[in-house]
């Protein structure tokens, strides 16, 4: 069970606790939206300076809002607009140091200034998106990216 307690150690060493945190929160679990909202409500805790996690899911036609934590969100996000619409089209994690300087930014949150987002796949195919936001600009790294890429790929497995 999940216990909010202060992660130790260095930067990787606390990646690792949160990504033990994760297989132990939806080991066993069936349920998707479930362990989406455990997934998210993790890293809300665990990351500093974010102001919005959550995920978009596929529809099959576009992406429509799931799990969250944060202010309200857009519903919608048609594939190819905006950082979630990109990174979802293209299969590949987009890492934003500026989202006022991407081509299309959807503004959800005017108080949004940088953003990672790590699509999600199943079976080959595009499920969703995990979808962060910062008030800070250039506030994901490489590690962030790697960290997150492992955090989706957990879940992956259990969806």
Request: hydrophobic share 45%; aromatic share 8%; charged share 20%.
């Amino acid at each position: 069970m999940f216990q909010n307690i202060p992660y130790e150690g260095t930067r990787n060493e606390q990646f690792a606790q949160v990504l033990n945190q994760l297989k132990a929160l939806i080991h066993d679990e069936p349920n998707a939206v479930a362990n989406l909202a455990n997934a998210s409500s993790l890293l809300n805790h665990f990351l500093k300076d974010i102001n919005w996690v959550g995920f978009y899911l596929y529809d099959g036609k576009e992406l429509v809002l799931g799990p969250f934590q944060g202010l309200p969100a857009c519903i919608r996000i048609p594939l190819n607009r905006g950082v979630c619409g990109t990174a979802a089209a293209e299969l590949k994690t987009l890492v934003v140091e500026d989202v006022h300087a991407f081509p299309g930014h959807i503004a959800c949150d005017a108080a949004s200034n940088s953003e990672i987002v790590v699509p999600v796949v199943k079976d080959g195919q595009l499920y969703g998106v995990l979808d962060i936001d910062s008030p800070l600009v250039k506030r994901f790294d490489q590690e962030d990216r790697e960290f997150l890429e492992q955090f989706v790929q957990i879940l992956e497995g259990q969806l």
